[in-house]
């Protein structure tokens, strides 16, 4: 220990002379220093008390978590179900296909006519200034054979415009023409995920493959793309045709499972709905044992009964992490409490040295602030990172929903602001001496 | 010379009605530039009391307060909270330093509250500790550090804006007679250079080294003595 002595004569300023004090500046505002300060003395709060900081975090984690990863996974689902409805290209159509009977009485009825048949499409495809395409379907369930092994599948008779009217884009080789159709060609287009299937990697075009004891020519593969009906479904799982062929090799009762019609304008859908009717009618002798489905009405349903869907869901899952999140804020609220009792003393300190009422304030609301950002910064990695992970199930992969981060953002810090407020007021209030007792 | 404390009937009444403390009952008091003054009494006897209320950590009851030439009365928060920031250094019988703080930054605290940077908070706690004889401790934490070695560091933080006036209330009731003498060495250094100190204490000797001594019994003053 120095010798008063020491202290005397030692060299430097004369820092104890208090004949000429220096004029120092002092800023009125809350500096950089002491926004440091702040930060720094919250943080070692922090760390001084691991256990209720731990929950806290944890709390206000799981909700910024829960929000952003439930926002971007619902933006992941619209995407993905909107891109479905589009994919269906089912503006402007309508289907006609037979009609399941009701009654016995309709049964025997129905058992009178031929039912839906290629021999249909002379009178029923007969050209109307109102229709574009008429894209008629016939399928059924066959095992196909290769020179691996047998697969069960599907195989599907469809015309030339099947495919460029269905959004059925090709992804090798090349689509079904007219020619093979005339030509009654056993040739095949096969669907994305069976030629996966049949051929691994493997290039598919070229190779011969066996229905039902008719060898076929592959031509061509659809590029791969979203499942979001039977049919397509079907398509992609399948082996498509030639129309032609199908009747003569695959069916010979010549029944089609469907005729998609495509409209000019959508506006004209009764009197061509009208007319079809009419025309098969004639055809079955008068009976009615077809129906028209509206493809177009049917996907709007479906689609305002999936955007209520997701409302509601939207509603359900932000109220549950803002539960979350509220709860976090009544952890910051504990936290702040317990640690503004701990504090007295300190807050009284600086106080004693200087402090005035809101710097103390904002020292608190500042650690508040701090302990919410550490764990929104935290519930954003985690949420970013499970965003990535499940990305690969998403048409167009999931990106954190950045609209979402700054919900969660802003609720989080002014959770934090708001239930920090009550401890920070007390502890701005407190007079020095009382809280140094 | 010029006088920087100076009272007339301060009264502090703790509690209320029946349970009413009446510490101090009219305080009339003066303290000139450059004094030593020690404040002396039995325990209880409002000491502690009139220190705060000079240091304006708390207000009086009645009466009126003129530090430095200006009324203390019907100031703001803010106005006291600078006036103990950069007029008033006080030292505490128990050192009073933030633990989790290193003992730099204890120093350098009453000069973050007074806007200071960083370069000149560090510069000048450095060369404080320098003086108190603790430079070497600037990175510990208070818990390292003795007793005495503690009041140094607290005398440092008194002195970190240049106050006009030192208070210390019993600086040295916590440390043992050899400490205690050196920590009072360093006060009286402190005098040497000019600095104005009251300064509590039960010690009859370390009031005996004080240019005046003031006795507070039950709230009055009772005695004073020594040069004025
Ligand atoms: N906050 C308070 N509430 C109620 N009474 C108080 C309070 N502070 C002090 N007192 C009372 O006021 C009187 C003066 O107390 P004070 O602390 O000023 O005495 P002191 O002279 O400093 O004593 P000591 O030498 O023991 O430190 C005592 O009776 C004490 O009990
Ligand atoms: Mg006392």
Redesign the interface.
């Known amino acids: 220990?120095?010798s008063?002595d020491?202290?005397?004569r030692?060299p430097?300023?004369?820092?104890?002379?208090?004949?000429a004090?220096?004029p120092?500046?002092?800023?009125?505002g809350f500096?950089a220093?002491?926004l440091w300060?702040v930060v720094r003395?919250g943080l070692?709060?922090l760390w001084?008390h691991k256990l209720r900081s731990i929950l806290t975090l944890t709390l206000l984690m799981l909700g910024v978590f829960a929000l952003v990863v439930m926002t971007s996974v619902l933006d992941g689902v619209m995407d993905k179900v909107t891109t479905g409805f589009a994919g269906m290209s089912w503006d402007g159509t309508v289907r006609i296909a037979p009609k399941a009977p009701e009654t016995a009485e309709e049964r025997d009825r129905f058992a009178m006519s031929p039912g839906l048949r290629y021999e249909d499409l002379g009178r029923l495809t007969a050209p109307n200034p109102r229709v574009l395409a008429f894209l008629p379907r016939a399928q059924k369930e066959v095992s196909v054979r290769v020179t691996g092994g047998t697969e069960r599948t599907w195989v599907i008779g469809v015309t030339s415009e099947y495919a460029p009217w269905m959004n059925r884009p090709i992804g090798l080789g090349r689509g079904l023409t007219e020619d093979d159709q005339r030509r009654r060609s056993t040739v095949a287009v096969v669907g994305a995920s069976l030629g996966a299937k049949l051929f691994g990697g493997a290039d598919p075009v070229g190779r011969d493959l066996v229905v039902e004891g008719v060898p076929f020519r592959i031509v061509g593969v659809q590029a791969p793309g979203q499942i979001f009906n039977d049919e397509n479904y079907y398509d992609a799982n399948g082996l498509l045709i030639p129309l032609e062929t199908y009747m003569d090799r695959m069916d010979p009762t010549h029944q089609l499972t469907q005729v998609t019609v495509k409209l000019r304008r959508t506006r004209d859908l009764g009197e061509v709905s009208a007319m079809l009717l009419g025309r098969t009618r004639q055809a079955h002798h008068g009976i009615e044992d077809v129906e028209i489905v509206d493809l177009d009405a049917e996907a709007a349903r479906a689609y305002q009964n999936f955007l209520q869907q997701m409302t509601g869901w939207r509603v359900v899952l932000l109220s549950l992490a803002g539960t979350v999140l509220l709860v976090g804020g009544v952890g910051v609220l504990s936290v702040m409490l317990i640690s503004f009792s701990d504090r007295r003393?300190?807050i009284g300190?600086?106080?004693?040295?200087?402090?005035?009422?809101?710097?103390i304030l904002i020292q608190f609301l500042l650690e508040a602030v701090v302990l919410a950002a550490i764990g929104a910064l935290l519930g954003t990695v985690t949420g970013a990172l499970l965003c990535q992970a499940l990305s690969a199930s998403f048409p167009y992969g999931l990106v954190v929903n950045p609209l979402g981060l700054l919900l969660a953002w802003i609720v989080a810090l002014a959770l934090a602001l708001v239930f920090g407020l009550y401890p920070a007021l007390r502890a701005s209030r407190l007079?020095?001496?009382e809280a140094?007792r | 010379m010029s006088t920087i404390i100076r009272t007339q009937g301060i009264t502090k009444i703790y509690g209320a009605n029946g349970a009413a403390v009446h510490a101090l009952r009219g305080i009339d008091f003066a303290v000139e530039k450059g004094e030593f003054v020690a404040l002396i009494g039995p325990s209880g006897s409002g000491k502690s009391t009139l220190m705060?209320i000079l240091?304006c950590?708390?207000s009086p009851s009645a009466g009126s307060y003129e530090l430095d030439g200006h009324p203390v009365h019907g100031l703001s928060?803010?106005e006291l909270?600078?006036i103990?920031?950069?007029k008033i250094g006080?030292v505490f019988q128990s050192y009073?330093l933030?633990p989790?703080?290193s003992i730099l930054r204890n120093v350098e605290?009453?000069m973050?509250?007074?806007?200071?940077?960083?370069r000149?908070?560090r510069d000048?706690a450095l060369?404080?500790l320098?003086?108190?004889?603790i430079a070497d401790k600037a990175d510990k934490l208070p818990a390292a550090l003795s007793g005495?070695?503690k009041q140094r560091v607290a005398v440092a933080?008194a002195?970190a804006?240049?106050?006009?006036l030192l208070l210390a209330d019993e600086p040295t009731g916590a440390l043992d007679s050899r400490t205690g003498a050196?920590v009072l060495?360093?006060f009286?250094?402190?005098h040497?250079?000019?600095?104005?100190l009251l300064l509590v204490t039960h010690d009859p000797s370390i009031a005996a080294q004080a240019e005046r001594r003031v006795e507070i019994r039950d709230g009055l003053i009772a005695s004073a003595e020594g040069a004025a």
């Open positions: 220990m120095n008063p020491a202290i005397l030692a430097g300023p004369s820092l104890l002379d208090t004949e004090p220096a120092r500046p002092r800023s009125r500096s220093g002491m300060e003395t070692v709060e001084a003393f300190e300190l600086r106080k004693a040295l200087g402090a005035s009422d809101h710097e007079s020095p001496m140094m | 705060a240091g950590l708390d928060g803010g909270a600078r103990r920031n950069g006080f009073n933030l989790k703080a605290l009453p973050l509250y007074a806007g200071l940077g960083r000149d908070r000048r060369a404080l320098e003086k108190v004889g005495g070695q933080r002195l804006n240049e106050p006009a050196e060495d360093l009286r250094e402190l040497g250079q000019g600095h104005t």
